[in-house]
């Protein structure tokens, strides 16, 4: 474990994907879910919570709505703004390779020469895969929606419940609108509960994507660091060199001097 754990921080650094589950944890999984989905079925509504119960499933399916318009408002810019960098740095990449008109690469060393365009590539690679994951993050995929047929046939069932309940008088303490409205709760929850694994999955593919963004971020620093050392050491590294010399050659006269006075005494 310690092993497969510090190989997949390593391959995370380098590129991050999603880590699939096992087959005893996706089953583990299922099987939470279908507990959960079981008591959402067969919960008992009382009779004074109705109301708030109701209250909880509209909050709770704004909730998911609201997460996976942000996901898929986030997802649409980050494929704008990746798709302009991607062409920024393609054509800043020209400008680097062998042959180009600027020249460039006639006035550096063969490694800086090699690694500015390895790093640029590197970051169009992260860029690219920073895209792939915003287009999943905007696949289209099956939702379970309260519609009218649902609220419809809430409705009916509530009705066949009531004619079933006359003997037991259960029509004194519920009306129609409260076994609606519980009918209504339940599958509320039930439908927004099964829509959370799209969401996460769409949350997942996100995160991936800002990942990749991150890596292309790191990976254009260290070419902008790269570049700023080797003008900086154009600039002044002849005078660094004179004065290193100078030092180094005054040491040596003490030294030489020292000996000297040694030897005379």
């Not at 066949?160 to 037991?168: D, G």
């Amino acid at each position: 474990m310690l092993v497969s754990g510090a190989m997949g921080k390593i391959r995370d650094f380098f590129f991050p994907t999603i880590d699939k589950l096992s087959k005893e944890e996706e089953w583990e999984e299922n099987k939470r879910k279908n507990r959960i989905e079981q008591e959402i079925k067969k919960y008992q509504f009382q009779d004074n919570e109705v109301d708030l119960m109701l209250k909880f499933a509209d909050e709770y399916e704004k909730r998911e709505d609201a997460r996976l318009h942000e996901v898929e408002s986030k997802a649409i810019v980050f494929i704008g703004t990746f798709s302009v960098a991607v062409t920024i740095l393609v054509n800043l990449l020209k400008e680097f390779m062998p042959g180009s008109s600027s020249g460039f690469l006639t006035t550096v060393p063969t490694w800086l020469g090699i690694v500015i365009p390895f790093l640029l590539g590197l970051a169009i690679f992260y860029l690219c895969f920073a895209i792939i994951n915003s287009v999943k993050a905007l696949q289209r995929n099956t939702f379970n929606v309260l519609g009218v047929r649902e609220t419809l046939n809430a409705g009916y069932n509530v009705s066949i419940i009531l004619e079933a309940s006359k003997a037991k008088n259960v029509i004194e303490t519920w009306d129609y609108a409260d076994y609606k409205k519980a009918e209504i709760a339940r599958k509320k929850f039930l439908y927004t509960f099964k829509n959370e694994n799209v969401i996460n999955r769409k949350v997942e593919y996100m995160t991936l994507a800002q990942e990749f963004f991150l890596h292309a971020v790191v990976v254009l620093i260290m070419m902008v660091l790269l570049l700023a050392l080797f003008i900086f050491w154009q600039k002044v590294g002849s005078h660094v060199i004179d004065i290193w010399n100078k030092i180094t050659a005054l040491l040596k006269s003490l030294v030489l001097k020292c000996e000297g006075s040694g030897t005379v005494k």
